[in-house]
């Protein structure tokens, strides 16, 4: 049974008997995902996070360098089909494009490989993740529920910034695109590359564009609410997207379990392939109702790291689907 089935179908179960427990005995991802509801809303038949979001296609052809580092089909340099969905952050779907609130902006990348499996990469434009742990994010989320504007300051979430440093450090780094083309996209989590001699190295993702482009927080502001989401299929009529998949390597000492440290500027990054963005799908708003993206769905030649992150979005994400596709 493959990765998302499993999830759906163990959610669903538990699902049946959430009204015999407490909120505190619910699963992290659970109370992640009703977290977000909370600051968010309840948008019916939209995720709880990334809400707003456009579905294209492409390929994408692996590097000569990422044999070296893992035996995953994907990096053989034959080209694979891959469905991407950019998105702006929150769970409000009408959300501006130009909002603060919209970054960070996120990729997730679905990989259809030859034998009729698929992998897939989940990442966004911070370039690490404001907390440590699933209970620090509940934690946040719930920060900023109980943080109207109109709330006496500090804020729940000022005194939660505070005591997390990485919070306003992450944030600080974001600015909005010019264009979903123009943002440079990274993976908080680390995952381990084998190759086919076994040797194993622990790496982030880094998705780069041709062009990095950001606007000021004014210029963003006066662009049109759907600015990105109107921008992409226009440029795409005029020819492809690429950008550069690349794996930053962890050195002795980097932690691969908490991903609100980055890993030092001077660690090598080796070249994966590059991902190609040829066309939107015909209708987005209902393509993206049918998928579910997993950090944790992975092949022959990528493992998870020791980051329980990682499996705690796995089921904050199969929730959110099971919720929109009741």
């Not at 897939?120 to 993740?129: A, E, L, Q, T």
């Not at 006496?152 to 909005?176: I, R, Y």
């Not at 210029?219 to 226009?234: G, I, R, S, T, V």
Request: no cysteine; net charge negative.
């Amino acid at each position: 049974m493959r990765k998302d089935t499993l999830l759906i179908t163990v959610i669903a179960f538990g699902l049946t008997l959430a009204g015999i427990a407490s909120a505190e005995d619910q699963p992290i991802s659970e109370q992640i995902v009703d977290a977000m509801n909370k600051v968010f809303g309840v948008h019916p038949g939209f995720r709880a996070n990334h809400a707003k979001g456009i579905v294209a296609e492409g390929h994408f052809t692996g590097a000569p360098e990422a044999l070296g580092l893992s035996r995953a089909v994907l990096f053989n340099g034959s080209p694979i089909p891959v469905t991407v969905r950019f998105s702006n952050s929150t769970g409000v779907p009408n959300i501006p494009d130009g909002s603060p609130k919209a970054n960070p902006h996120g990729i997730a990348i679905k990989y259809h490989l030859p034998d009729g499996g698929e992998t897939d990469m989940v990442i966004n434009s911070f370039k690490f993740f404001p907390v440590a742990t699933g209970e620090d994010f509940r934690d946040l989320l719930l920060a900023l529920a109980a943080s109207p504007p109109d709330a006496a300051k500090p804020t729940k979430f000022d005194q939660f910034a505070t005591s997390h440093p990485s919070v306003p450090a992450a944030f600080g780094g974001l600015a909005t695109p010019d264009s979903f083309a123009n943002e440079e996209y990274y993976g908080v989590n680390a995952f381990v590359f084998i190759n086919k001699a076994g040797a194993r190295q622990a790496v982030r993702y880094q998705l780069v564009p041709e062009h990095l482009v950001h606007l000021s927080a004014s210029d963003a502001a006066k662009q049109p609410p759907n600015f990105l989401m109107d921008e992409l299929p226009e440029r795409l009529k005029h020819g492809p997207i690429t950008f550069h998949l690349k794996a930053q390597l962890a050195a002795a000492g980097d932690s691969t379990k908490d991903p609100s440290v980055a890993w030092p500027d001077d660690r090598k990054v080796a070249e994966l392939g590059v991902l190609t963005v040829d066309k939107v799908v015909p209708d987005s708003a209902e393509a993206e109702k049918k998928l579910l993206f997993l950090p944790g769905q992975l092949t022959d030649g990528i493992e998870e790291s020791d980051d329980p992150l990682i499996d705690i979005r796995d089921g904050a994400y199969a929730l959110s689907f099971s919720r929109r596709n009741p």
